[in-house]
Nanobody
Framework: QVQLVESGGGLVQSGGSLRLSCAAS????????MGWYRQAPGKQRELVAS???????TYGEPVKGRFTISRDNARNTVYLQMNSLKPADTAVYYC???????????????????WGKGTLVTVSS
């Protein structure tokens, strides 16, 4: 079993900052990529930022220059530093990981997508 546990959401005023964390645990053989998506009420889920094992980073256009994604390989953890927050950033933020995982027989399943339960970020104006 694989778990992604998010933390760090909350309420912040416009212009403020928050840092989200997501820790992956379980029968992980390799982490290929980790990232964050968000979904605002009435909108589709969208990419916020992702980081691969290379590492290469990708950012959604609305957050470029304001958000920074980083990864701690030793802790299987990804962080999202969010600065200059705007009311439009209000959403549930979901951690995503693309993983190779093992089972009790040491077989490896490659490239599975896993999701956290989400953490709410609310930015007040």
């Amino acid at each position: 079993q694989v778990q992604l546990v998010e933390s760090g959401g909350g309420l912040v005023q416009s212009g403020g900052s928050l840092r989200l964390s997501c820790a992956a645990s379980g029968s992980i053989f390799r982490i290929n990529a980790m990232g964050w998506y968000r979904q605002a009420p009435g909108k589709q889920r969208e990419l916020v930022a992702s980081v691969t094992s290379d590492p290469r980073t990708t950012y959604g256009e609305p957050v470029k220059g304001r958000f920074t994604i980083s990864r701690d390989n030793a802790r299987n953890t990804v962080y999202l530093q969010m600065n200059s927050l705007k009311p439009a950033d209000t959403a549930v933020y979901y951690c995503n990981a693309n993983l190779d995982v093992t089972n009790d027989q040491a077989d490896v399943s490659y490239g599975g997508d896993y999701w956290g339960k989400g953490t709410l970020v609310t930015v007040s104006s």
